[in-house]
């Protein structure tokens, strides 16, 4: 396993350093916060998304899947936002604007699983777009757990430090392909490069069961292949501020209606502006 990059900054903080994180996640694209849950949360949410995702997978025979409506259907992952240390941390990253609910993902990939091509979770609302278009124009920032930890051995993440700006260039040797989703060698094959390794600034990160990944949603990022032996579990959800009022939306989800519904008092305020998913759904120009 190789060691962490030696940047010029901290990166890694602890959860009551509240400026320090989230000057670093608008400076850099990214942040750690080290020991966000506890033990028993993290054993948790592991069994949560075993759950959810588990049986999805043996039906299928997949080896790797990602659940895009995940709080949707885990009451115990939906509690997080009751956790004060989290949400503090969500309002921040927010400028203690009221916030909703932005989205939620879970993955289960197994070992053996190959890389995932670099690509920034952004992208432009050009029609026709989609969901994930308007979601991720919001200004949220993602926030995951690596359930089992992770680094370049275990299907980790790699990422390239302030990539997350406007005027990004791709990397010395590389040029972007369309909408600057991705980005390719020079000189070879136009798709999508999966190699973490041999690319410029990039970095891989490395954390501990507790700990919270940030980054901004148009930071560079790629997956290591799974070259460990236990199934990597993960999930994630983001926050945007209720000022954020897209031009088109999808009608509400009758999954999303239900979790809605479901939440209790407390969490109420935080879903009341909550969209859902619509995977068919496409914008149309007026």
């Known amino acids: 396993m190789t060691t962490q990059s030696k940047l010029p900054y901290r990166f890694e903080f602890d959860k009551d350093e509240l400026r320090s994180i989230v000057e670093c996640n608008e400076q850099h694209g990214f942040a750690i916060v080290k020991g966000m849950l506890p033990p028993e949360t993290v054993e948790m949410l592991k069994a949560e998304v075993r759950r959810v995702l588990e049986p999805v997978v043996q039906s299928t025979g997949v080896i790797t899947y990602t659940h895009t409506q995940f709080i949707e259907h885990s009451p115990a992952y939906a ?18 604007e009221p916030i909703t ?45 690596y359930l089992n930890g992770i680094d370049d051995v275990r299907g980790g993440l790699a990422i390239i430090p302030d990539s997350h700006t406007e005027d990004w260039e791709a990397p010395q040797g590389f040029a972007f392909t369309g909408k600057k989703k991705s980005f390719y060698r020079k000189g070879a094959a136009t798709t999508p490069h999966t190699r973490m390794d041999d690319v410029p600034g990039a970095m891989p990160v490395i954390a501990e069961p507790g700990d919270m990944i940030l980054f901004a949603e148009r930071t560079y990022h790629g997956v290591y292949p799974h070259r460990g032996t236990e199934t990597r579990l993960s999930c994630g959800m983001s ?27 407390e969490i109420q305020p935080l879903v009341e502006g909550y969209l859902g998913m619509s995977g068919n759904w496409v914008s149309v120009p007026r």
């Open 79 to 96: 509690s997080l936002m009751t956790y004060e240390p989290y949400m503090r941390i969500a309002r921040a990253l927010n400028d203690d």
């Open 101 to 145: 609910l932005n989205r939620s993902a879970a993955i289960y990939k197994m070992a053996g699983c190959g890389p995932m091509a670099w690509h920034t979770d952004w992208g432009p609302l050009e029609h026709p777009y989609d969901t994930n278009a308007v979601l991720n124009n919001s200004g949220a920032n993602s926030m995951w757990f």
């Open 239 to 265: 926050f945007r501020k209720k000022s954020y009022k897209p031009e088109q939306v999808w009608p509400l989800p009758e999954s999303a209606k239900r979790f809605i519904d479901s939440c209790p008092p």
